[in-house]
């Protein structure tokens, strides 16, 4: 094994007054001949070696010079410096160090005779000379050593900068999380989103190390002689993404400051069994504590006993408001372009606002720039396919993803004769464009539509669409400042084609649109300093609903007056390492909101009730007139305790603004619920959330276990008056009510990624209640008390496991229980016109049936041949293998003169499903 000895920065001893004069005509000529000429003039003989000459311009005049101040002009702003041997006539040329006259008095562990009759002195603030093995690193993904710097004696210290950026070679694309450690000095440094990292390194010899989930494991050499950067390009891991696992680095969950925060790559839905063999990453996060729906079906999610719409979901950093197809039974994101989800239930990044209780921020992926990929699928009732095409290698590529639904056929075959004349069908296509102009700049666009469409009736026909479009430019603005400039648009519409044998026919839609423009600025100042700052501007424009008669319709024609809005915000966050034990996540926003003309706003009746005969004035508002604002500071923080490498505490609190709410009298969401925009009558909510928790890994990371704790309260949250009529209403804030309400709970969570059997178990236990008490009778509900909310289960169990039998055969298994959902009774019966009507008790005073439902599956993997021509799978699952009949809802209706109670259920019999996969 060779021994190489480093010569590092420390000295460079005086070079006698040169009295040789150089003059050197500007002409073509090679660093060879050019260094030729210096020896014929100067009379020194050089020593360097060739390839060090790549980007040196010898093409330069110089007159009656000396030799060190051409040496000087020509090295500067390269990795070259000189070491003059006076006596001998001869120079070296040496990349980045200069060479030791003598070794530093203490690196022989004692003052040597010799050395200390020197009449050199080392300089004190530089370090040893550094001894390595050229063969050192053995294990993982050996990289060549590199050095880093220029050495220059007046900036010696004994730590310098490191700087650079991570992306994966294959894609292109930034690697965000990536650790990079320092091997046995206890210094670690992790990439942000844009890939970017800083890290301070001892002058001298290290070896980095950097590992992330799905990347290779690398180990580098790298020698520091002075701040300077280093550019990362990381192969993927060819392991098979086979386990179920919830977080890319399994010490995240401990180390970080930030509470409440999941992270799901799109792969993992892959061998977890759901309903008709379809992967859903939104119903994978059901399965996490904190997270639920009022029901199975029901479109829309629960976080921490908030209301669907306070979740900000956003595809590519635009925002989507309806991701789900069919009721909420499959996702409308293709599973094969989607790259991940985070999922933030707590103090969310400060870049995030407009939102009470979560985050879900998707990102799809980037396409391959070497070759042509693909993936898809055919099961019972879609077909999927996604292909990554290259443009230019290295550089660009599209990503182009499909996927539609026959599902009529389900329907046609059915006995009952409304539902085999319906039909339901779904669509989604994506294209993503990502281009890299080099490592400090890249930019992505996305494109997005999905539209559903159903019929059980045979009069009216539904149709609910998303489209989205958003352009990201990521670049480097220094060596610690990156930034990132996002501008999107989103558009959701829902309509409805109903036609009768009468003369009644009508079209009625409905539509939300909004355009964002946000810049990002992250500053890493130091070691203990990285900050996130920036402001963003949106737009809101609301089509409250119309509807058009058609043919020789007897329906009258209607027209709500359009809303619009601008939202913007200011933001300033910092992560602060305030010692290896504490780390503080700290950020404040300002948001401010106004309704915006051309409008007509009522005014009403002071000590009255609101409703149409207590209208006082209408106000008439022009274009662009502002209506009325809103807006306020929320503070975001998050702290992180290490009890022991292994074992934290975290706290967090903060507090948040929504300005926009849906409009609703249905037990669950539904496409045709409508978005109502905060105006002069209406409110925005606003929200405050506190949490604790306790995280600790075992066996090497093996397993994690999380305890957290949280307390919500909600201020001015919009609930309907009873017999509400909001679709179509001019004057809604007369239907509506606002009130507080509060949330809490513990949560637990186990989880064992690696290993044959993996998978996780997590428990919730929480409360959601709510409270509407107003000064007038019409204005309370449950007399002014706190009641449930539609979607309050206090005991929620999920258990999610996968089992590898052999490489290519696998077992899965889901199982949920949740206490079931309030809904209200009727509580006695009185007869008018001998008819028997009901009387209700308190809004959902009691509780259906509890739930629960068993899932199995079977994943058979094809051969792992490395020359196929594509790799398959195939997973075969039975969804509610029990066949327990849950209960979705249950109603009563008077049918005869009797009050009869009716039980609707989604899937009350097992469903198996085969679905086919191929990877190419």
């Known amino acids: 094994m060779g021994i190489s000895f480093a010569l ?29 000429e210096l020896e014929r003039q100067s009379g020194y003989s050089f020593f360097y070696l060739e390839e060090w000459m790549g980007n040196i311009d010898v093409n330069k005049d110089y007159s009656n010079s000396s030799i060190t101040v051409v040496l000087d002009d020509l090295f500067s702003g390269t990795n070259l410096n000189y070491y003059v041997l006076e006596g001998e006539k001869r120079i070296f040329l040496l990349q980045n160090g200069i060479i030791y006259d003598e070794l530093p008095a203490a690196f022989l562990g004692s003052q040597d005779s010799l050395i200390s009759k020197t009449n050199n002195i080392v300089a004190q603030n530089a370090p040893p000379p550094t001894f390595y093995a050229e063969t050192k690193v053995q294990s993982a993904d050996k990289l060549p050593l590199i050095r880093i710097g220029k050495a220059d004696q007046q ?73 300077g950067t280093l550019n990362l390009s990381l192969g993927e891991s060819l392991e098979q993404l086979d386990e179920v696992v919830v977080e890319a680095d399994a010490v995240s969950n401990v180390e970080e400051a930030i509470t409440s925060s999941e992270e799901i790559e799109s792969e993992e839905s892959k061998n977890i069994p759901l309903v008709l063999g379809e992967r859903n990453i939104l119903e994978v996060a059901k ?89 898809g699928s055919i099961g019972p009732v879609t077909g999927n396919l996604a292909l990554e095409i290259p443009f230019k290698k290295e550089t660009s590529s599209v990503v182009v993803g499909g996927r539609g639904a026959y599902a009529d056929w389900i ?166 390492k305030v010692s290896d034990k504490l780390l503080l996540s700290v950020g404040a926003r300002y948001m401010f909101y106004s309704a915006m003309g051309k409008a007509t706003q009522n005014t009403y009746q002071e000590g009255a009730p609101r409703n149409e005969a207590t209208v006082q004035d209408t106000l008439r508002y022009d274009s662009g007139e502002f209506i009325k604002m809103y807006g306020g500071p929320e503070g975001r923080i998050s702290a992180r305790y290490l009890l022991a490498p292994d074992l934290s505490v975290k706290a967090s609190f903060n507090n948040s603004y929504q ?22 009558n209406i409110k925005p909510q606003k929200g405050y959330q506190a949490t604790l928790g306790f995280y600790k890994n075992f066996k090497d990371n093996m397993f994690e276990l999380s305890l957290e704790g949280y307390y919500k309260k909600m201020d001015d949250v919009l609930d309907f008056k009873t017999g509400a009529d909001l679709l179509l209403n001019e004057n809604v804030e007369t239907e509506v009510l606002q009130g507080e309400g509060k949330a809490y709970g513990v949560e637990f969570l186990l989880k064992k990624d690696k290993g044959d059997l993996n998978g996780w178990l997590s ?18 509900i449950n007399n002014g008390e706190f009641f449930p909310s539609n979607f309050d289960k ?37 007869r008018f016109n001998n008819a028997d009507y009901v009387i209700f008790s308190d809004r959902n005073k009691y509780r259906i049936p509890d739930y629960y439902r068993l899932d199995l599956g079977v994943n058979i993997e094809g051969n792992h041949k490395k020359n196929k021509l594509a790799h398959s799978f195939i997973t075969i699952q039975v969804y ?22 009716l039980q609707s259920s989604i899937f009350g019999i097992p469903i198996p499903s085969i679905t086919y996969n191929f990877k190419f």
Do not use: C
């Open 411 to 576: 329907l046609r075959s059915l006995d009952d004769e409304s539902l085999s004349n319906s039909e339901a069908s779904f669509f989604d296509g994506i294209v993503k464009y990502h281009h890299r102009f080099n490592e400090n700049s890249e930019v992505r666009a996305t494109a997005y539509y999905s539209k559903d469409k159903f019929s059980i009736t045979s009069d009216s026909l539904y149709n609910y669409s998303n489209r989205l479009f958003s352009v990201r430019w990521a670049h480097r603005l220094s060596d610690r400042t990156s930034g990132v400039l996002t501008a999107g648009n989103s558009d959701y519409d829902f309509g409805i084609d109903y036609e009768s044998e009468g003369n009644n026919d009508f079209e009625l839609d409905y539509a939300i649109n909004e355009s964002e423009l946000k810049y990002k600025i992250m500053t890493r100042l130091n070691e203990n300093h990285a900050l996130d700052y920036g402001l963003s501007a949106k737009y809101y424009s609301v089509n409250p609903g119309s509807i058009e008669p058609q043919g020789d319709s007897n329906v009258a024609p209607v027209d709500i007056e359009q809303e619009q809005a601008l939202e913007g915000a200011l933001f300033f966050g910092d992560e602060f």
């Open 659 to 680: 300005f926009i709410h849906t409009l609703s009298n249905n037990t669950t969401v539904s496409p045709i619920d409508t978005w109502k925009l905060s105006d002069l």
């Open 8 to 36: 590092l920065i420390l000295w460079s001893p005086l070079i006698s007054a040169q009295e040789d004069n150089i003059t050197i005509t500007k002409a073509e000529r090679t660093p060879s001949e050019f260094f030729a």
């Open 763 to 780: 428990y919730t236990y929480s409360r959601s209640l709510y409270k509407f008490d107003g000064e007038y009778p019409e204005e309370r």
């Open 155 to 227: 900036s010696l210290r004994e730590a310098y900068t490191l700087s650079g950026n991570a992306i994966n070679d294959r894609t292109g694309e930034p690697i965000p999380d990536l650790a990079i450690r320092v091997k046995g000095k206890g210094i670690a440094a992790i990439t942000n989103e844009a890939g970017n990292y800083t890290i301070e390194l001892p002058a001298g010899y290290n070896v980095i190390t950097t590992s992330a989930m799905g990347i290779k494991d690398s180990e580098r050499e790298v020698i520091m002689y002075n701040s």
């Open 287 to 375: 399965a996490l504590p904190g997270i639920s729906s009022a029901g199975e079906g029901a479109s829309g999610l629960n976080v921490r006993g908030g209301k669907t719409d306070q979740n900000l979901v956003m595809l590519d950093d635009a925002v989507i408001y309806n991701p789900t197809h069919f009721f909420g039974i499959f996702q409308a994101l293709n599973p094969f372009t989607t790259e991940k989800v985070n999922i933030y239930k707590g103090a969310a990044p400060v870049e995030f606002g407009g939102r009470l209780s979560s985050v879900f921020d998707i990102e799809t992926k980037n396409g391959n720039v070497e070759k042509i990929s693909g993936e």
């Open 794 to 830: 206090p005991h929620d169990v999920s258990l999610i496991a996968n089992y590898k039998l052999t490489r290519r055969f696998s077992f899965s298994m889901n199982f949920a229980y949740q206490t079931g959902r309030p809904i209200t009774y009727p509580v006695g019966t009185f």
């Open 880 to 901: 509610n293998v029990l066949g327990r009949n849950n209960p979705y809802s249950v109603f009563f209706v008077t049918k005869d003169g009797e009050v009869k109670a």
